[in-house]
């Protein structure tokens, strides 16, 4: 069974596992500038964050009561989801895992911070590691610096998808994120994080056309709103 991932502007994306949907760092229309969609059109059984900046959390909580999926993130931003009053959230920290019922979902390091909107504390940034139940293996770096311990991801055995951040200025630029795809040793990237705002202008084409030549790992450019199939 393949899984669907569609981009929803900005580092937002959809997976549909074929028997669940799950929603990466809800930011939809109007929050997000990128955006395909307003939070009111988008279903989710799983919802899973990264971090708590406003990029990343706008829309988590009217999604969540909106759809009753259960939020998955670390125990900072957990405890902050309950008091907005979302019922369904687990907490993981980093380098712990559970299995859902989508599969495995394990926090991984990220270099970068994690402050939530009204200013609270959002624990400390994660990636996220899906092992979905055929074994397919999907990395969502979130918003992180390049990091050497990416190469353990690799070394756990095979990733079928990387999506990673391109933009600079907050998280890895291209040059970076070339050297991540290799170190997580990704069959696929997609690339996200990257012309939301000027600060974070790339050219994404250039990036996977040169991270083909260098590397000979695939990479598709998603516009908000479409979608790359994974084929297993
Ligand atoms: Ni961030
Ligand atoms: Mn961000």
Redesign the pocket.
């Known amino acids: 069974m393949a899984f669907t991932v569609t981009s929803h502007g900005h580092?937002t994306f959809s997976i549909n596992t074929g028997e669940h949907k799950l929603v990466i760092d809800p930011f939809f229309a109007p929050n997000n500038p990128a955006a395909d969609v307003d939070v009111s059109q988008v279903e989710a059984d799983f919802i899973l964050i990264t971090h708590g900046?406003g990029?990343?959390v706008a829309d988590a909580v009217e999604l969540a009561k909106n759809t009753n999926a259960t939020c998955i993130c670390n125990h900072e931003i957990h405890e902050w989801l309950m008091k907005q009053g979302v019922e369904k959230v687990h907490p993981l920290h980093i380098g712990g895992g559970n299995n859902f019922d989508f599969g495995h979902l394990k926090l991984t390091i990220a270099h970068h911070g994690s402050m939530l909107p009204d200013g609270s504390n959002g624990g400390n940034p994660a990636g996220l590691l899906i092992t979905l139940k055929n074994g397919q293996r999907i990395y969502i770096a979130g918003?992180t610096a390049l990091t050497y311990d990416m190469k353990l991801i690799g070394e756990a055995g095979r990733l079928d998808l990387a999506v990673l951040p391109i933009g600079d200025n907050?998280t890895m630029g291209p040059d970076d994120a070339l050297l991540a795809a290799k170190f997580c040793g990704a069959r696929h990237v997609i690339p996200c994080?990257y012309n939301t705002w000027p600060l974070i202008e790339q050219d994404a084409q250039a990036f996977c056309d040169r991270l083909l030549i260098e590397t000979g790992i695939t990479a598709t450019v998603l516009a908000s709103g479409q979608s790359y199939q994974d084929e297993f």
């Open positions: 580092a900046h990029d990343h918003d907050f994080h």
